[in-house]
């Protein structure tokens, strides 16, 4: 099974934009540091959201919710 869960991200510097690439909240950070003009930081997974999205990126989640 898929889960889509929409992620709306708003500022002042965005432009209006629908990216159907995986993303998580594993790149919220690495966002944030990039919107704030800081690197990223050493280690840590994630990508910016501005950027185009990694190629043959392939995200994982888990949920509780019995399939039916």
């Given amino acids: ?25 594993i790149d919220v950070g690495p966002t944030l540091l990039a919107m704030a003009g800081l690197p990223p930081l050493a280690g840590i997974d994630g990508a910016d959201l501005a950027a185009p999205a990694p190629a043959g990126r392939v995200l994982f989640s888990e949920t509780r919710t019995p399939a039916e």
Avoid: N, W
């Fill in 1 to 25: 099974a898929t889960l889509r869960v929409p992620m709306v991200v708003a500022g002042p510097q965005l432009s209006p934009a629908v990216d159907a690439e995986p993303r998580g909240l």
